[in-house]
């Protein structure tokens, strides 16, 4: 025991030599991109609450609503007693959002978007005596990363990890595999750089090489497309191959996941999926007020903020060009400045604080090394004033930073 406390002491000095250490901060006022923390009044640009639904007062009247009528907990897992038929509404009303893209859709609710990752990789990886094999883009979220950790703990799988800029590689890799099963797991909108995985041609290399390919739509559900249904609306892109993983305490403000894909896959899911069938159901008065999220996403009021979010990019896009940090190419809403050095990420997040603002340094393991940065998002409800009074002060931090160093 002494030991290990000893070590974890010594392990959290490193962290804070490196300037690794991470620090919770307390929120006290709702959601929104003005929060209160330690009695003082911050702007945030730094939330996943893309289309400000996360204190939408049609939600906060629904989930009051759906404790009344359908009570607030579920009461078991959802293969025990705890699925209700207002799951069974939910997920009818998500699996419709990817209806033209998978044909025969169905979609699974899970309570988060890291299990419903974890859930689709592990469960879509246990074939009896098949060879399988995954194949990663390089930059996938960590609950991507965590589920092909835990598949390649099965046997007769292995992994391949690819650059989503540069395809030649997982196409080189798909042409010599003669695995029985091939599943290519991608992204849709990047977590931490905001650019979009080319999912035209993923598909059409899990097309001609007989594989699956998964897309984690988190960050595109709710934004991307007229009606909010996240990278495959429009895209003109139909196939059975695709499995679609879309969360819902990003822009659709509240909390859960789905997996949705042919409905063959899902069945498989409901047998294999150990964090669905070993974890309770997330609260019915939850699955009703998602559902009126998604009646607020796909209606006017969810292509109101979607034209007010992307006015929001444009603008930030065109005012900030910086001489020495690295602002990403990116049209979504995450808008990264990559500056290098946990040190002085770190120091620009504390001066950014002074200055009434909230952008966290990200840093390594989320991160590659030497490329941590301030990960910026934008949501529907910031206003011009505030985006370019962001961008000045951004603008003279480098301008004072960058001129002290030298
Ligand atoms: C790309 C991506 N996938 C999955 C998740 C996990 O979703 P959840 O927060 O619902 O667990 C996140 C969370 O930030 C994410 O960025």
Redesign the pocket.
Known sequence: MSFAKNQIIKELNALDEQFLRRRLRSVDSPCGTRLRIAGRELQAFCS?DYLGFANHPDLISAIAKGASQFGVGSGASHLISGHHQIHDALEEKLASTQANAIPGAKALF????????ISAITGLSKLNNQQTRLYSAAL?????IDGLRLAKGHANTDLFIFDHHNLDSLKEELKNDSSEHKLIIT??????DGDLAPIATLLQLAEDYDALLLV????GFGVLGKYGYGILEGSGLCSERLIY?G????AAGL???FVCANELLIEWLIQKARPYIYSTASSPALAYALIRSLELIEGSEGQERRESLKSNIALWKQLTQFKVWNKLNSDTAIQPIVVGGNEIALQIAKELDLAGYWIPAIRPPTVPKGMARLRMTLSATHTHTQIRALSETLLSLETRLEVNKQ
Request: aromatic share 10%.
């Open positions: 996943n899970f309570s988060t978007g890291y299990l419903a990752n996938n979220h960590a609950s991507l992204d849709g909108v990047f977590s931490m984690d739509d988190a960050h993983i969360t819902l305490g990003k909390s859960g996941a």
